[in-house]
C-alpha cells in the first residue's frame, strides 16, 4: 500500500504548494513594482519651525535644500549646520517610515529581508 501525503502538504491532491508559491512570486512582484514606485517619488521636510526644507527621492537622495533667509547668521552657522543636518536626518526617517508602511500593506507585516 503507498503511502500518501495529506492534502495540504504539497505532495496531496490540494496542490497547496504550487498556490502557496504563486502567492509568494505575485507577493515579490508588487513588493518590487511598489519599491520602484516609492524611490521615484519625493518628499519634502521641514525642520526649525520651517527655517530648514529638504526634498529628497525615495533612494535617498537630497534633490533641494531650501533656507529661510532668516536663518542664515554669519556669526551662528553651527545653528545652521544642525538645522541642515536635522532635517536631513528627518527626511531619510521619513522616506524609510513610508517605505515600510507602504512594503507592510502587501507582505502583511511579513519581514521580507532584501526588499528595501
Known amino acids: 500500500m503507498k503511502a500518501r501525503l495529506p492534502q495540504g502538504y504539497g505532495g496531496g491532491p490540494g496542490?497547496?504548494?504550487?498556490?502557496?508559491?504563486?502567492?509568494?512570486?505575485?507577493?515579490?512582484e508588487d513588493m518590487a513594482k511598489l519599491q520602484a514606485e516609492l524611490e521615484e517619488r519625493e518628499y519634502t521636510t521641514k525642520a526649525g519651525g520651517g527655517a530648514v526644507e529638504i526634498t529628497i527621492t525615495g533612494k535617498?537622495?537630497?534633490?533641494?535644500?531650501?533656507?529661510?533667509?532668516?536663518?542664515v547668521d554669519p556669526e551662528d552657522i553651527e545653528m545652521?549646520?544642525?538645522?541642515?543636518?536635522?532635517?536631513?536626518?528627518?527626511?531619510?526617517?521619513?522616506?524609510?517610515?513610508?517605505?515600510?508602511?507602504?512594503?507592510?500593506?502587501?507582505?502583511?507585516?511579513?519581514?521580507?529581508?532584501?526588499m528595501l
Open 15 to 28: 496542490g497547496n504548494m504550487n498556490n502557496m508559491l504563486r502567492q509568494a512570486q505575485k507577493i515579490q
Open 60 to 71: 535617498k537622495v537630497v534633490k533641494a535644500i531650501t533656507l529661510q533667509p532668516e536663518v
Open 80 to 114: 545652521l549646520q544642525d538645522l541642515i543636518i536635522a532635517a536631513v536626518n528627518e527626511a531619510i526617517r521619513n522616506v524609510e517610515d513610508v517605505q515600510t508602511r507602504e512594503m507592510e500593506k502587501i507582505t502583511g507585516g511579513l519581514s521580507m529581508p532584501g
